[in-house]
Structure formats: structure tokens, C-alpha cells
């Protein structure tokens, strides 16, 4: 399946296939088909290369979802253009700093979201590699807005398109997908399209995706769930594709009975947040059909719950990383409660999973150790770091993870505990470096330290400990809102002890553990 490689042949086939039936459906409720969207899919590409965007060059998307972020994503990846995806809850500097490191010659930004405007937002910190930007959505005076980035490939012909798409090979970079590591500044992970796609299929047979499901993606197109077996995953299996913006438990439900939603994945705050919406008893939830979770520890009894009161009868759980293309692992459909809610699954087909001990000797059922993964699903390495690519793919191709956890006699993984210190907030990873580093610019902060705590609704929030600075003053309020000005809101923590001194063992480094 050479010619499959790639995402602009695996989409070129959905067409063929599937072209009078609906692709995608916006928020405002109107359908796309299959051929609507393809075409919609030439005329941004030859927009793109109107602006000199071509193979290999990196363009950025930084906005919530939407249907032309998915047009966005379809053009670029049918010219070879390599894809970074931004996180919406950044704020300028944050945004800046990936748009500085990826090379992005172009962004699609929004106009408008969450009361924030966000070219306003890069503002002075654009960085000179930037050449264009084009925004999605409520754009101001002065900003080039779709309809006129569109306009701006008139008079491109429409086999320049045909002709870059059929240069891309499953061994070109498809996307560079930054995500936080212990040394406090993002890491661009890269890609390739041939791995994402056989990922992309093996997670459409685990839940069954089939093109008369109507899939629903509240999970952001910047992160992987979203995006690679998200709208992509939805597109390669010829279904319905609904994008929800913002996540809010009634308009969700709202959907799902108005738009007949068959799959709808999420980490387990999503469904809390349902169970728990009053209006959930007077909607109508019989058209859903499976769902996947996970990204925090879930109880036996939720999973029972998402069954008999949601009414699905697929429920999976899973583990990934975005250095993984997103999946490493999915429990089967016909497991039971327990094991769907206590393990991760088992390693997906052709991919190698076991612990490890700190000596690299691999251990034996119910030992606790280090998680490695090796398979076609690992990343090429970190955007031009070598070191940190050494650093975590060894010598044998193990991707080494950074989360401890155990293999039964199964094979199936149970996640207990994280090396990184990484702790995940309502679904978003958080790691305590990147906060860290972001705190210690406050004025009056001495010393910082970060961790994750248990939350009921969010599964772990923040915990920051600070020592102020001799002469002066912190309190909670004001942590909180200079915290809320620098960061994505997920990071922020919840909660802040100012304290005299944090604890240091012989070597001078912060003993976590004993903060938690």
C-alpha cells in the first residue's frame, strides 16, 4: 500500500470513495462533502503556494476547531509542508516561542476566542521568520482574513497542486508537534506521514470507526486525539467529521442528540461533566456508539457508568505520546470494566511495549519500572536537538518515556507513576519545569517548585511552592492572576504555599516527594 503513505493519497481515496457523503459539519451546521471539502483542500493549497509556501516548509495553526483549520491541515499536508500545531490556551511569548523554533514561515491564527484576540496577542513578540498570517474566524482591520488568503490563489492552476501532491512520500516530515520536557522549553517532536497513518488505522479498527459514524471531536486539533486520530482518523475511515470548538457539557449534549453522534472520545472529565449535566436525563443518547479514554487514572466505576448511563458500547482506554504519533497502547472492546479502567491496554500491533529497571534490564509481569516503546511509531527524534533525541531513544530504538508503570502476564500496561514529574490537568499534560521556568521570572520569587495533587474534577491540578525574595511579599491572588498573564490556564496552578525554604537533599535538588 505504497501509494496509501501519505495523507494526501489516503484522502484522495476517502473522495473516490465516499465523495457525495457528508465529510464534515461545522458548528453553524452546515455539511461538507467528501468532494466539497477536497475542493475547498485545492483552493487553500494553491493559496499556499501563491505565498511561496511549498515541500518542507513549516506552517503553524493556532486556533480552536473549526473546518478550516481541517482545510488548513489538508493543504499543507498535500503540498509536503510540514504542519505545527499551536495550543490555543497559549499566550504570546508561549506562541512565539514554537513559531521561533519551528522556522514557521506562515500562520493561521484565530481572530478572536475566549475574549482574546490573538494577533494582538504575538503582538511585539512575533518573530522575524514569520512572513505571513493569515486568521480563522473574527478578524480586525489590517489582518488578511480567509477569504482573502483564498483569494490570493486565483490564478495558481490547480495541477501545480495535483503536481506537489504527488511528490509527497510516506518518509517526509507530516508534522512537528511541540510538547514541554524536563528542561522547561518546548521540544518539537517530528513525524512522518507513512507512521501516522498505519497508527491512524490501527486505532480506527480498535473502535470500530466505519463510515456511517458521526464523530464528534471536542478534544483540540492541537494535540494529537484531536487531530491525528481525530479529524484525520475520522477522514481516512469515510465518517461524518463534527468539530466542537469549546467544550461545554450541555452544548455537547445539545449535539449529540441534534447531530445523532455516534463516537465521542475524551479524558474522563468529559464524561464526569456529562453524567453530572442535569440536562443529561432529558436528552436523547441513543445514537452513541463507542468512545476512548484516558490521560489520568479512572475508576472501575465510571467506565460502568459511561456504558449504562451514556448509553455506548464501546469503551476503551489507551496510552500514547505525542512522540508516538499519539497511541502506544488500547485495551480491547470486549474487556471487561476493570481492566478497561485499571490498565492502558496492550501494545497496538507491531509495536514492542515492556518496563525496564534505571539499569535498562527489562523486567518480568507486575515489576514497576520505566515504560519504553519501540516500533514504527516513534518519532523521527526532536526538531534539531540530537541531544535530547539521544537522550530519549536509546541505542536499540527504545523510546525511553518517562513513566513508570508495570505489564501484566497480558501484556497490558498500568500506568503508576511519571520519572518527568509530568502530571496531567483536566487532560492536558503539565510539567513542572516549563511552570517553573515561567515562575521564576516573578520579581519576587526566589525559589519554585511545582506538583501535580490529586483533584476530583480535573484528576491532578498544580501545586506550586514558593520562597519570596528577601523584603518581600506573595500572597495567592496575586501568584494566581501574574501567573494567568504568562501561561496557558491549564499550567496555572491551583493553589500556592508560600513558604521559608523548600526541601533540598545533599546534592542541592528539590525532593519533590516530600512536597506532595
Not at 117 to 146: C, I, K, N, Q, Y
Request: glycine share 10%.
Amino acid at each position: 500500500m505504497a501509494e496509501m503513505s501519505t495523507v494526501p493519497s489516503a484522502f484522495a481515496a476517502s473522495v473516490r470513495q465516499y465523495a457525495d457523503r457528508v465529510a464534515v459539519i461545522g458548528e453553524d451546521g452546515t455539511p461538507l462533502t467528501y468532494a466539497a471539502l477536497d475542493a475547498r483542500r485545492i483552493e487553500a493549497a494553491r493559496a499556499l503556494l501563491a505565498l511561496g509556501i511549498g515541500h518542507g516548509d513549516r506552517v503553524a495553526i493556532w486556533a480552536p476547531n473549526s473546518v478550516e483549520w481541517i482545510v488548513a491541515g489538508l493543504a499543507l499536508h498535500s503540498l509536503g509542508a510540514v504542519l505545527v500545531p499551536v495550543n490555543t490556551r497559549m499566550k504570546g511569548p508561549e506562541a512565539a516561542y514554537i513559531l521561533r523554533r519551528s522556522g514557521a514561515r506562515l500562520l493561521f491564527c484565530a481572530g478572536q476566542f475566549l475574549g482574546q484576540h490573538f494577533p494582538s496577542l504575538l503582538g511585539t513578540h512575533r518573530p522575524a521568520t514569520l512572513e505571513h498570517m493569515v486568521v480563522l474566524g473574527e478578524s480586525r482591520d489590517g489582518d488578511l482574513d480567509w477569504a482573502g488568503f483564498l483569494a490570493r490563489g486565483a490564478a495558481v492552476p490547480a495541477e501545480q497542486v495535483q503536481a506537489a501532491s504527488a511528490r509527497v512520500g510516506g518518509d517526509d516530515r507530516m508534522d512537528v508537534m511541540f510538547t514541554s520536557g524536563t528542561t522547561g522549553h518546548p521540544k518539537g517532536v517530528v513525524t512522518t506521514h507513512a507512521q501516522n497513518l498505519r497508527v491512524i488505522r490501527e486505532w480506527s479498527r480498535a473502535v470500530g470507526l466505519n463510515p456511517d459514524d458521526r464523530y464528534l471531536i471536542a478534544n483540540p486539533f492541537f494535540h494529537a486525539f484531536g487531530y491525528k486520530v481525530g479529524w484525520l482518523g475520522g477522514l481516512m475511515a469515510g465518517l461524518t467529521v463534527l468539530p466542537h470548538a469549546v467544550f461545554d457539557a450541555g452544548a455537547i449534549l445539545r449535539r449529540i442528540e441534534a447531530d445523532r453522534i455516534s463516537v465521542l472520545p475524551g479524558p474522563p472529565t468529559l464524561f464526569i461533566s456529562l453524567l453530572n449535566d442535569p440536562a443529561r436525563a432529558d436528552t436523547d443518547l441513543s445514537s452513541l456508539r463507542a468512545t476512548i479514554t484516558g490521560a489520568a487514572a479512572i475508576a472501575p466505576s465510571l467506565i460502568e457508568r459511561i456504558r449504562a448511563e451514556l448509553g455506548f458500547q464501546v469503551v476503551l482506554t489507551g496510552y500514547g505520546l505525542t512522540e508516538t504519533c499519539g497511541v502506544v497502547s488500547l485495551c480491547d472492546a470486549d474487556d471487561d470494566a476493570e481492566t478497561i479502567a485499571l490498565t492502558s491496554g496492550k501494545a497496538i500491533p507491531g509495536i514492542e511495549l515492556r518496563c525496564v529497571d534505571s539499569e535498562n534490564r527489562p523486567l518480568g509481569p507486575g515489576e514497576s519500572g520505566e515504560i519504553v516503546v519501540r516500533g514504527y511509531n516513534v518519532m523521527q527524534g526532536y526538531l534539531d536537538d540530537e541531544a535530547a533525541t539521544r537522550d530519549a531513544i536509546d541505542g536499540d530504538g527504545w523510546l525511553h518515556t518517562g513513566d513508570v508503570g508495570n505489564l501484566d502476564a497480558r501484556g497490558y500496561v498500568r500506568i503508576t507513576d511519571r520519572l518527568k514529574d509530568l502530571y496531567i490537568c483536566g487532560g492536558f499534560n503539565c510539567y513542572p519545569a516549563e511552570i517553573e521556568r515561567i515562575m521564576a521570572a516573578h520579581p519576587a520569587i526566589a525559589q519554585v517548585a511545582v506538583v501535580g495533587v490529586p483533584d476530583d474534577r480535573m484528576g491532578e491540578v498544580g501545586k506550586a511552592f514558593v520562597v519570596p525574595r528577601p523584603g518581600e511579599a506573595l500572597d495567592a491572588d496575586s501568584l494566581n492572576a501574574w501567573c494567568r498573564e504568562q501561561m496557558a490556564n491549564y499550567k496555572v496552578p491551583r493553589s500556592f504555599a508560600v513558604v521559608e525554604a523548600l526541601p533540598m537533599n545533599a546534592s542541592g535538588k528539590v525532593t519533590k516527594f516530600a512536597l506532595r
